[in-house]
């Protein structure tokens, strides 16, 4: 079995602890009865909710719950699958949300994206996760120890996880920007890996940005059903609360991406100058050597024409012939390096 926990909530205390579905199942609708039965006319009826839990359930799980909690079947198929982006369907009495977790991992300067689906009716709740973090646990300890929030009911669970996930987003933040900050020193440090990193970086982003930016808008159309569903005014605050963070997270991942996007064209410029300033240099090294290489070849050429082997050449057999010559070869090689000196050559 993939249920991970279950318990049952009565006036926001937990009064059951169910280990299977089936379990679930006969003790949600004895808690409803009982709760039904102790109700005097002038009582408000206590709030009865179950809160089933599941990692990546089978098909087998999934069908029984759609079953049991008329689960509309294009919901159903969406968990199934899974890889959804996030939003809210109501189906009905039955509101179908996606929520996208996230947790930043530092040693691979990485965001771990993860997938929550939850089923929210009248009197239950239902997470399926699809990730190993996803800050559940922690909701479930929270809602348990306010039982105020308890009372709100299944919407009062699902703000609980809204909040929570929306808060985790903040830590991520935090990690990119550091990241960002180390790319910008390494910019001007000359790091070679710089540009890889810059990618990595802005690809990371953009699928943490994917995974926020619905948000907002999906909230906004939640919010449009408040009146309709009588939801607690208390709790339409708390929401709206959540939505602000939700655009303080996206604007910030908007800068972000502008920040990467003018670091990637700050490295292209700043890689087009290095190997400018690299040419130019080997350009300077080029003009030296060739310009020592022509000095050098002018005895050469004094030398290799006198060398020849004609038998009529006066100069051979002049006496001054030999002090010419070097002095030929010296002057030759004197005045290369004063016309390359002023040219800048050497």
Same mark, same amino acid.
């Not at 909230?219 to 605050?237: D, I, P, V, W």
């Given at each position: 079995m993939s249920i991970v926990e279950s318990a049952i909530y009565r006036d926001g205390r937990k009064v059951e602890s169910p280990q299977s579905l089936q379990d679930t199942y006969r003790l949600l609708q004895t808690v409803m009865d009982r709760a039904q039965q102790e109700t005097t006319?002038?009582?408000?009826?206590?709030t009865v909710v179950a809160w089933i839990g599941l990692y990546r359930p089978s098909k087998e799980?999934?069908?029984?719950?759609?079953?049991?909690?008329?689960?509309?079947?294009?919901?159903?198929?969406?968990?199934?699958?899974?890889?959804?982006?996030?939003? !809210?369907? @109501? %189906?009905?009495?039955?509101?179908?949300?996606?929520?996208?977790?996230?947790?930043? =991992?530092?040693e691979t300067e990485t965001v771990e994206i993860g997938e929550i689906h939850i089923f929210t009716g009248p009197n239950f709740v239902i997470t399926i996760r699809h990730s190993e973090s996803s800050g559940v646990s922690k909701v479930r300890k929270r809602v348990e120890a306010d039982p105020e929030l308890l009372c709100f009911g299944p919407d009062g669970i699902l703000y609980a996880l809204l909040d929570q996930i929306v808060d985790d987003y903040f830590p991520v933040l935090s990690g990119l920007e550091n990241d960002i900050d180390e790319i910008e020193d390494s910019l001007f440090a000359g790091e070679s890996n710089v540009s890889q990193r810059i990618y990595e970086l802005a690809r990371e982003v953009n699928e943490f940005h994917r995974g926020v930016a619905p948000l907002s808008e999906v !909230?906004? @159309? %939640?919010?449009?059903?408040?009146?309709?569903?009588?939801?607690?005014?208390?709790? =339409?605050?708390r929401l709206r609360d959540v939505l602000d963070h939700v655009i303080q997270v996206s604007g910030k991942l908007?800068?972000?991406?502008?920040?990467?996007?003018?670091?990637?064209?700050?490295?292209?410029?700043?890689?087009?100058?290095r190997q400018n300033e690299a040419a130019m240099v080997q350009n300077d090294?080029?003009?030296?050597?060739?310009?020592?290489?022509?000095?050098?070849?002018?005895?050469?050429?004094?030398?290799?024409?006198?060398?020849?082997?004609?038998?009529?050449?006066?100069?051979?057999?002049?006496?001054l012939?030999?002090?010419?010559?070097?002095v030929l070869m010296?002057?030759?090689?004197?005045?290369?390096?004063?016309?390359?000196?002023?040219?800048?050559?050497?």
């Open positions: 006319e002038d009582d408000h009826e206590d799980e999934i069908a029984s719950l759609a079953e049991h909690f008329q689960l509309h079947e294009l919901a159903v198929e969406d968990t199934v699958q899974a890889h959804q982006r996030p939003k !809210m369907e @109501r %189906y009905g009495e039955t509101l179908f949300t996606v929520i996208r977790p996230a947790v930043y =991992q530092d !909230m906004r @159309r %939640y919010f449009a059903g408040f009146t309709k569903y009588g939801t607690h005014e208390e709790l =339409q605050h908007d800068s972000m991406r502008s920040s990467l996007t003018d670091a990637m064209s700050l490295d292209s410029t700043l890689t087009t100058a090294q080029m003009k030296k050597i060739s310009s020592w290489a022509a000095i050098l070849f002018a005895p050469s050429i004094v030398g290799s024409i006198y060398g020849m082997n004609f038998e009529n050449m006066p100069e051979l057999h002049w006496t012939g030999y002090p010419f010559a070097l010296v002057l030759v090689g004197v005045v290369l390096y004063a016309v390359f000196k002023v040219k800048d050559w050497l």
